[in-house]
T-cell receptor, first 115, second 108 residues
Framework: DGGITQSPKYLFRKEGQNVTLSCEQN?????MYWYRQDPGQGLRLIYY???????QKGDIAEGYSVSREKKESFPLTVTSAQKNPTAFYLC??????????????FGPGTRLTVT | KNEVEQSPQNLTAQEGEFITINCSYS?????LHWLQQHPGGGIVSLFM???GKKKHGRLIATINIQEKHSSLHITASHPRDSAVYIC??????????FGTGTSLTVIP
């Protein structure tokens, strides 16, 4: 079964600690995205990557970092610099940009709570 | 400034009713995406469209490019349709912009 996996589903951390959220896809998609969802707000783009070893900041990249060493994997690190890290984080992927196939496929999400 | 606006924010319907959710956007788009999010948080793609109309089962999505408006219709609504419906506009050469979602509750 092709799809996107995110782990863990729930994550609890103490303030001041960095934490890494996992995202893996086996859809052979080139593009991958990280979004943050807060109550009452639309999804906001944190980072995206259209190709291995390359990524761009989204609208709310401050306090986050990513890597794209493999096509299948796009981990997100929430650093201690992120002022309000408690949120629901969603990873998505889509086919190669420019192909006209824009549909995004989403993972199940990770709910991060920082206290 | 919100590039994508959805209405209504909340919607309660009786089972069997016809439902319409609206989405207006301000950016130039290549495609518009309708998504469904269930209480557990996972998001499922319903439709991706760039013109006209698409139908899948009891769901119909339409888009009017000139008016920058899209609608999602649910015919013969059922309690299992209860979810948050999200509209996302893909700005040409750029990124997706998401609406805040419409929370739908269908009462038996």
């Amino acid at each position: 079964d092709g799809g996107i996996t995110q782990s863990p589903k729930y994550l609890f951390r103490k303030e001041g600690q960095n934490v890494t959220l996992s995202c893996e896809q086996n859809l052979n998609h080139d593009a991958m995205y990280w979004y943050r969802q807060d109550p009452g707000q639309g999804l906001r783009l944190i980072y995206y990557s259209q190709i291995v070893n390359d990524f761009q900041k989204g609208d709310i990249a401050e306090g986050y970092s990513v890597s794209r060493e493999k096509k299948e994997s796009f981990p997100l690190t929430v650093t201690s610099a992120q002022k309000n890290p408690t949120a629901f984080y969603l990873c998505a992927s889509s086919a190669t940009p420019g192909t006209g196939r824009y549909e995004q496929y989403f993972g199940p999400g990770t709910r991060l709570t920082v206290t | 400034k919100n590039e994508v606006e959805q209405s209504p924010q909340n919607l309660t319907a009786q089972e069997g009713e016809f439902i319409t959710i609206n989405c207006s956007y301000s950016v130039g788009i290549s495609a518009l995406h309708w998504l469904q999010q269930h209480p557990g948080g996972g998001i499922v793609s319903l439709f991706m469209l760039s013109s006209g109309k698409k139908k899948h089962g009891r769901l119909i999505a339409t888009i009017n490019i000139q008016e920058k408006h899209s609608s999602l219709h649910i015919t013969a609504s059922h309690p299992r349709d209860s979810a948050v419906y999200i509209c996302a506009a893909f700005e040409t050469g750029n990124q997706f912009y998401f609406g805040t979602g419409t929370s739908l509750t269908v009462i038996p």
